[in-house]
């Protein structure tokens, strides 16, 4: 084993100490061990050989015997049992700039954080500003250290790589020189997560849009340049590629790179069968073009209704299209209402009154404010005292208002058996809870589940939240049978949250369509923390459209009236 090792080993023992809150001393003495070894003369072998270690100024007994057992066998069980003892996540945020052992030890202790992305999920809710030693500027800091490191990972959040994509296409539509443009790929099938960005682009002079794609001032590095295809990564890391067709060839071309592969291949499948050959270039019978000038036209020639890009996963849209049974998906502009709603009461960044203001200016006709219950201390979680407060508040606006109605609700943390915050005289008093899971991830699949379903049992419980626990990219869903909670929330006829935060999107849509044949109802909530965070519906709009959802099927399409009747009903 040579040196650089055993320093590293040391080093790493250090920072391990740090983060678990060992004593101080503990912890450098590993480090002065590590620098001690760097600059010995002799060979470190030779000294264990011959029993000459210990007599090394700084090492004592017990490092002398750990650092024979790790040069002599290779490991260190000390590390290897410490290792195991600190989440890994923990030391993968050492690499945020100006993020050291202490401060990752007090995020794990006071806000149970475990993952880089757990982490950044806690700066978008606020969370940091009233940690001992953070503060809002820090949390900023942080949040950019990790958007930083972010570049690095190949996997991008939808909403991040959506927003780049929208920016370099108005980029390539202001040059002039495209005919038709558009957004490919997972992008426009509006998958949660996504590796690149796919343009598409139609051009007379194809050769200058490349350059001038090559030269968009957000790309850092190009990959490969061709007459057809050029590939680059852009400063936020995300690797982007323009391809160039005949405008002709368009409509064949988008079908393909948007895909998914195994909508394509079933594509494929269904025109081999009525003697049609389908690829990025046409549709070809006995070698003869099949002329289409949309997509529209191409699903026509194949005796399937349009498909909508969010529907192309091969998971029964083409039966469907070929009855002419594809819905009616909803859309934003369906919306009248919005749930989920946090403000300075509790963990969001904005006060009541702003998060109304906005509400109201983006035209909804009611808003639902949701902050934290009183469990939820880590998020400023509302005591009855301050809800009184809040309550109060809320009647004050609703006697100015006469444009928009705000109901008084709460996100009540699902205790350890399924019950609710509150005692049931504050619980009868709101006009909507929230259910959801904050703590104790780690509880088996059958307790989480009875977990659940008894908080779907319960009369107060109008709408489950965040259902798996999920965080895109930084923690998966907590073990729970989403299927028998489904079967739940249709039996008790409760409402199924789809969380919009871009950070969860939280109902998986492969579970939404389970939920709608069972006919149960939805909410798209943007789980908001600031005025900004209302307009993230767009993003539960993605997924609930990839669940094949239709306004009917989601409550927060209709009249205020309705929704009252419904949670009444419950």
């Not at 051009?203 to 200058?208: A, T, Y």
């Not at 088996?444 to 908080?455: C, G, S």
Request: hydrophobic share 35%; with cysteine; aromatic share 8%.
């Amino acid at each position: 084993m040579d040196k650089k090792t055993v320093v590293d080993i040391l080093n790493e023992i250090g920072l391990l100490l740090e983060l678990k809150g060992e004593n101080p001393f503990k912890a450098r003495a590993y480090y002065n061990a590590a620098r001690t070894i760097e600059v010995l003369d002799e060979d470190i072998e030779t000294l264990v050989k011959e029993d000459r270690l210990k007599d090394v100024k700084g090492i004592g007994e017990a490092l002398n015997k750990k650092l024979t057992e790790l040069i002599t066998t290779g490991r260190l069980e000390y590390c290897e049992k410490l290792k195991e003892s600190v989440p890994p996540g923990l030391i993968e945020m050492l690499k945020i700039p100006g993020l050291g052992p202490k401060k990752i030890k007090t995020l794990h202790e006071k806000l149970g954080i475990t993952t880089i992305g757990e982490l950044e999920y806690a700066c978008v809710e606020n969370r940091l500003v009233d940690l001992p030693g953070f503060g809002e500027k820090t949390q900023k800091k942080i949040f950019e250290g990790i958007q930083f490191i972010k570049q690095f990972t190949g996997q991008h959040l939808y909403f991040e790589a959506y927003q780049e994509a929208v920016k370099l296409k108005e980029y390539l539509e202001g040059t002039g020189l495209t005919i038709r443009c558009e957004i490919a790929g997972s992008l426009r099938r509006k998958k949660e997560i996504v590796k690149d960005i796919d343009i598409l682009a139609t051009s007379d002079n194809p050769e200058k849009l490349m350059d001038l794609f090559a030269s968009y001032e957000e790309v850092r590095d190009v990959i490969a340049k061709g007459d057809t295809k050029t590939s680059v990564t852009l400063n936020s890391g995300i690797n982007a590629d323009l391809r160039v067709v005949k405008d002709e060839e368009f409509p064949y071309a988008l079908h393909h790179f948007t895909g998914s592969k195994e909508h394509n291949t079933a594509m494929r499948h269904r025109a081999k069968e009525m003697g049609i050959k389908m690829n990025e270039y046409g549709l070809f019978k006995r070698d003869v073009l099949i002329k289409c000038s949309s997509e529209e036209e191409i699903f026509n020639k194949l005796n399937l209704s349009y498909i909508p890009p969010e529907l192309r996963e091969n998971m029964g849209e083409i039966e469907a299209a070929e009855r002419g049974e594809i819905p009616a998906l909803i859309e934003e502009k369906d919306l009248k209402g919005v749930f989920h709603v946090h403000t300075t009461y509790s963990d969001g960044r904005n006060s009541l009154v702003d998060m109304v203001e906005r509400a109201r200016k983006l035209g909804y006709k009611y808003i639902a404010i949701t902050d934290h219950s009183k469990s939820a201390f880590y998020a400023g979680g509302l005591a009855e005292e301050m809800l009184l407060k809040q309550w109060e508040e809320i009647e004050e606006l609703n006697k100015k208002y006469d444009d928009i109605v705000i109901l008084k609700g709460i996100e009540s943390d699902i205790l350890l058996d399924g019950s609710l915050d509150y005692d049931e005289e504050i619980l009868k008093r709101f006009d909507l809870v929230i259910a959801s899971i904050h703590s104790h991830f780690r509880m088996t699949k059958e307790e989480m589940t009875k977990r659940v379903i008894n908080a779907i049992k319960n009369k107060y419980t109008k709408i489950i939240g965040h259902l798996t626990g999920r965080l895109l990219l930084a923690r998966d869903s907590y073990e729970i049978d989403v299927y028998q909670v489904i079967d739940a929330a249709k039996e008790y006829g409760k409402i199924i949250e789809i969380n919009a935060s871009p950070y969860r999107l939280d109902l998986d849509w492969r579970y939404i369509k389970y939920a709608k044949d069972k006919g149960v109802k939805f909410a798209i909530c943007p789980d908001a923390h600031s005025v900004e965070g209302l307009e993230d519906v767009k993003y539960g709009i993605g997924i609930a459209r990839k669940g094949w959802l239709e306004a009917k099927d989601v409550v927060n399409t209709y009249e205020l009236e309705a929704v009252l009747k419904i949670f009444s009903n419950m």
